[in-house]
């Protein structure tokens, strides 16, 4: 057990979707929840249309997100909930100046690649996901080796918004990073902000059953295949993920289970705000409402 922190939230890939923000800015306020976990894919993609939030303004991390949650901080006082941050394959990398640079506010911690306290328990964040079709790569990783899938992209090519070396880019794994994080850390007590779901769950299905590509079937599962044995093996509490928009849909569940380990996601494929709901003492009691 954990000494009792109250209900905490996750939302994940709302995409710059000013909507979805407003509606987890009113249920803050309403709802007043210990923490807020943020699962990635938040800023809106350079190449996608978008919903503008103000068109004179174009910072959505300081002039949107920041300036809102600083308004919810002034009203709330002490009752403003710790919100834990990473981004994803779709943020680019070169936001993350202004994410880190919002976070030393204490609007938010900026947990991609580290491990913070939450009480008791400890939050490690890991924005990498194994290679996809988009030529966006500043978040992506092999997964276990150098294998890309039929359609993808390797993390070699496409494109990056930073600038990194030749050995990250063909060497790094999802499965080394992993390791490195977490050490020999206990993670009874932990919670994993991930934005990869992991392999063959009900977490990272996505449609194209029996398609083929190359002459070879198209796999359905979108998940980490590093991540679901890094589950398997270390059995932490509680495991949070995105990614995989139509999931959900496909599986017709948003959250499983990997051993001991409860598995959520709040990536949701409709215009609503997907709101998972959780009590770290309670978690088969999780919910998930479409806003």
């Given at each position: 057990m954990?000494?009792?922190?109250?209900?905490?939230?996750?939302?994940?890939?709302?995409?710059?979707?000013v909507?979805?923000?407003?509606?987890?800015f009113?249920?803050?306020?309403?709802?007043?929840?210990?923490?807020?976990?943020m699962?990635?894919?938040?800023?809106?993609?350079?190449?996608?249309?978008?919903?503008?939030?103000?068109?004179?303004r174009?910072d959505?991390?300081?002039?949107?997100?920041a300036?809102?949650?600083?308004?919810?901080?002034q009203?709330?006082?002490p009752?403003?909930?710790?919100?834990?941050?990473?981004?994803?394959?779709?943020?680019?990398?070169?936001?993350?100046?202004?994410?880190?640079?919002?976070?030393?506010s204490?609007l938010?911690?900026?947990?991609?690649?580290?491990?913070?306290?939450?009480g008791e328990?400890?939050?490690?964040?890991?924005?990498?996901?194994?290679?996809?079709?988009?030529?966006?790569?500043?978040?992506e990783?092999?997964?276990?080796?150098?294998?890309v899938?039929?359609?993808?992209?390797?993390?070699?090519?496409?494109?990056?918004?930073?600038?990194?070396?030749e050995?990250?880019k063909?060497?790094?794994?999802?499965?080394?990073?992993l390791?490195r994080?977490?050490?020999?850390d206990?993670?009874?007590?932990?919670?994993f902000?991930?934005?990869?779901?992991p392999?063959?769950t009900?977490?990272d299905?996505?449609?194209?059953?029996?398609?083929?590509?190359?002459?070879?079937?198209?796999?359905?599962?979108?998940g980490?295949?590093?991540?679901?044995?890094?589950?398997?093996?270390?059995q932490?509490?509680?495991?949070?993920h995105?990614?995989?928009?139509?999931?959900?849909?496909?599986?017709?569940?948003?959250?499983?289970?990997?051993g001991?380990?409860?598995?959520?996601?709040?990536?949701?494929?409709?215009?609503?705000?997907?709101?998972?709901?959780?009590d770290l003492?309670?978690?088969?009691?999780a919910?998930?409402?479409?806003?």
């Amino acid at each position: 057990m954990i000494k009792r922190v109250g209900v905490c939230f996750f939302v994940s890939d709302l995409h710059g979707r000013v909507g979805r923000y407003r509606k987890l800015f009113d249920s803050i306020l309403k709802e007043r929840p210990e923490a807020v976990f943020m699962g990635g894919d938040l800023l809106p993609m350079a190449w996608a249309p978008t919903e503008s939030f103000d068109p004179l303004r174009q910072d959505f991390v300081n002039d949107f997100l920041a300036e809102n949650l600083s308004c919810l901080r002034q009203e709330l006082g002490p009752h403003y909930p710790q919100v834990f941050l990473i981004i994803g394959n779709d943020d680019s990398r070169f936001e993350e100046a202004a994410v880190l640079s919002v976070a030393s506010s204490g609007l938010w911690e900026y947990i991609a690649n580290r491990r913070v306290k939450f009480g008791e328990a400890s939050v490690y964040g890991y924005p990498f996901v194994p290679p996809t079709p988009f030529f966006l790569k500043d978040w992506e990783r092999y997964d276990v080796s150098r294998y890309v899938d039929p359609g993808c992209i390797s993390p070699e090519e496409g494109v990056r918004s930073v600038p990194v070396s030749e050995r990250e880019k063909k060497f790094s794994t999802i499965s080394e990073d992993l390791e490195r994080l977490t050490a020999g850390d206990d993670l009874a007590k932990a919670i994993f902000l991930f934005h990869s779901p992991p392999y063959r769950t009900k977490l990272d299905v996505s449609f194209g059953e029996g398609k083929m590509i190359d002459h070879v079937p198209f796999d359905i599962h979108l998940g980490s295949i590093a991540v679901r044995r890094f589950i398997e093996t270390r059995q932490p509490l509680l495991t949070l993920h995105g990614h995989a928009h139509e999931a959900a849909r496909v599986s017709g569940s948003w959250q499983d289970r990997i051993g001991r380990t409860h598995c959520l996601s709040a990536a949701h494929d409709g215009p609503e705000l997907a709101l998972v709901r959780f009590d770290l003492n309670r978690l088969d009691d999780a919910t998930r409402e479409l806003i």
